[in-house]
């Protein structure tokens, strides 16, 4: 099971982002995914999760009306679309398997500041 993250950077305030997640190892199209972030000496907390139809969603309320979750089942691979970024955001960005909640990809940093 592996899992890969990319399209974190520096991003202005209000700037938008999309970050992947692109999985392996597993039966991607049968599972629910999640993403969740760590900023600097906190915990680690979820973002969004999606099912594994794509078809329902959920989010943290910090980000409810910013950021969307997606998948693309043929491609393996789940999105986060980040918008109306803040500089709260800030965090290693990592997605995650409902399968296999104990493994964990390197992250993707998202550093939002002016």
């Known amino acids: 099971v592996q899992l890969v993250e990319s399209g974190g950077g520096l991003v202005q305030p209000g700037g938008s982002l999309r970050l992947s997640c692109e999985a392996s190892?597993?039966?991607?199209?049968?599972?629910?995914m999640s993403w969740y972030r760590q900023a600097p000496g906190k915990e680690r907390d979820r973002v969004a999760s999606?099912?594994?139809?794509?078809?329902?969603?959920n989010y943290a309320d910090s980000v409810k009306g910013r950021f969307t979750i997606s998948r693309d089942n043929a491609k393996n691979t789940v999105y986060l679309q980040m918008n109306s970024l803040k500089p709260e955001d800030t965090a290693v960005y990592y997605c995650?398997?409902?399968?296999?909640?104990?493994?964990w990809g390197q992250g993707t940093l998202v550093t939002v500041s002016s």
């Open positions: 995650q398997c409902s399968r296999y909640l104990g493994v």
């Open positions: 190892g597993f039966t991607f199209s049968s599972y629910g």
């Open positions: 999606v099912s594994s139809t794509g078809y329902s969603t």
